[in-house]
DNA sequence: CCCGTTGTATCACAGCCGTGATAGAAAGGT
DNA sequence: ACCTTTCTATCACGGCTGTGATACAACGGG
């Protein structure tokens, strides 16, 4: 029983109106009234729960990398114990894992396009302030995280320097979101899963070849 | 001796001040009059040269895969018989072309700048039409050429899906340039060209690891 | 000299934008 | 009933945008 009206549901409505009007129009056209109207609200309204412009965008920008690093963290804890699984049962969590961040379904396809034009808006723009760069460490802490666990656990070929491979791992994964969502047609949401898999394949030590015995 | 004023020149110029205001203030504060500062001229000037904001836009656009197809047509007329080159040489030659796509110097920074954001606006606004969508068809086109032509001359590794490996290039650019541009403190030049230079190794066949013996 | 072409500069207009101010309705405690 | 807090709604202002229209200078050929 709310008294008056929840206003974190609120915030919680106008940001996704706001995500709805970033993945349509850009971030370009993403105006104060323009969320007001996806959000059927009048913009006093908008403007009761957000002091400004500024707020608004950061709280957007916030919500989507908790809401990301939530379901990572799930991830991360829905593995646990990698060790006691087969082989490639290891590098299949995995990738499940890293493909949260590729546009695989409209759910991430859209946060992936919110993600990006959030990021290349922040070169320039202060109002995001250093959100996206502990955006981007964060995602290398992520990715390293899991390299590690993958080498731990014996999953890896030896030798690989872990420090080049976050690097390498990370710029493949934003360079498939980056296609995936700029150019759909060029590289769809099977290509860019069968690029990460075959990746993380390439990582995993050549063992198995599995190329005729299975 | 130009008769009247050369107008080329002229929009060159325009052009590359456009440049300027897009690498300093972004896509999204780069107008026309701001152009037209830039660039020391008066607005009614530089609308004498352009009809419009998407003509200019669409130019600019135009004007930098120009220069960047330009170089890379360079580097790949200066490579001509891989065949006859020590196996080293070939992928120093290789980094060294596909490195033109990353940002390690200035010059190239404000290409990769430029490029992401016009790609970004472009996925909404029709004015620069199918030209980012031409552009992606280019560079698979380029990192597919270069890959066909390692693995002719067998520098490659055997059995790979070039393909697949073309997208995983192509991802692994998009990313290094990504980050480059948006996180250079946290992946600056060196980093970018190591991954890289990374990548084309891993995929040589693991002949000689000259790890010891060269 | 004259005149058409080319280039430069300026004004005005409508359309957005973010934001401050303000008024009034609705809600809930006393 | 009353009053405070919360919420909704609207107006107005200055600033920036692209663009059409227009006036005027500069150039180059006849």
Redesign the interface.
């Known amino acids: 029983m709310p008294r008056y009206v929840d206003p974190e549901a609120r915030r919680r409505l106008v940001v996704n109106a706001l995500f709805r009007v970033v993945v349509?129009?850009?971030?370009?056209?993403t105006s104060l009234r323009a969320v007001a109207d996806e959000a059927e609200l009048n913009i006093g309204s908008l403007r009761h729960y957000f002091a400004g412009q500024q707020d608004l965008m950061r709280f957007a920008m916030q919500s989507m990398l908790d809401r990301v690093g939530g379901r990572l963290l799930e991830h991360l804890g829905r593995i646990g114990d990698l060790d006691r699984l087969p082989r490639p049962e290891r590098l299949r969590l995995a990738t499940g894992l890293l493909a949260e961040l590729l546009p695989l379904d409209e759910r991430r396809r859209a946060e992936v396009?919110v993600f990006?034009?959030f990021?290349?808006?922040?070169?320039?723009?202060p109002a995001f302030g250093d959100l996206?760069?502990r955006a981007?460490?964060g995602t290398?802490k992520l990715v390293h995280r899991v390299l590690a666990r993958l080498e731990a656990s014996g999953t890896l070929r030896p030798g690989l320097?872990l420090g080049?491979e976050t690097?390498?791992l990370?710029?493949?994964?934003?360079?498939?979101g980056?296609?995936g969502?700029?150019?759909p047609?060029?590289?769809d949401a099977r290509?860019c899963l069968?690029?990460l898999s075959?990746?993380l394949e390439?990582l995993a030590r050549p063992a198995g070849p599995s190329?005729s015995a299975n």
């Not at 990021?119 to 723009?125: E, I, Y």
């Open positions: 349509r129009d850009g971030l370009q056209r396009t990006l034009d990021n290349t808006a922040a070169r320039t723009d996206t760069h981007a460490e290398r320097d080049l690097e390498r990370t710029a493949l994964l934003d360079g498939l980056l296609s969502v700029l150019h047609d060029i590289l290509a069968d690029v075959a990746h390439d190329a």
